[in-house]
């Protein structure tokens, strides 16, 4: 069973910074797609970032590209999200996500496993 455990968010003035990491427990030989998925209340929740297991395969939302970096680090199983120049929209619960299938194409139903979620608000 994979268990993924999200740490990093936090609160920050627009134009900041913010790294968010991922350890996951219970992965073998880093078969999974992993990545960043947020949402906001009385929203579907959204992708954010994917990376394949390779870590060449990387996919952004148009909307975080240029100020998003999502990394993994298979031997010690994590995943992080470096975000900077952050706005107040990116306001949002940010879930960990993993799948095998996942980095294909973005869909919820194929997130196989999910974090509990950190919250990241971004407000002057």
């Known amino acids: 069973q994979v268990q993924l455990e999200e740490s990093g968010g936090g609160s920050v003035q627009p134009g900041g910074s913010l790294r968010l990491s991922c350890s996951a427990s219970?992965?073998?030989?880093?078969?999974?797609?992993m990545g960043w998925f947020r949402q906001v209340p009385g929203k579907e929740r959204e992708g954010v970032a994917t990376i394949a297991v390779g870590g060449i395969r990387i996919t952004y939302a148009a909307s975080v590209k240029g100020r998003f970096t999502i990394s993994r680090d298979n031997v010690n199983h994590t995943v992080h999200l470096q975000m900077t120049q952050l706005r107040p929209d990116d306001t949002a619960m940010y879930y960990c996500?993993?799948?095998?299938?996942?980095?294909?194409?973005?869909?919820?139903?194929?997130?196989?496993?999910w974090g509990q979620g950190t919250q990241v608000t971004v407000s002057s």
């Open positions: 996500a993993a799948g095998r299938d996942l980095c294909g194409a973005w869909s919820l139903r194929r997130v196989e496993y």
């Open positions: 219970g992965v073998t030989g880093g078969v999974y797609c």
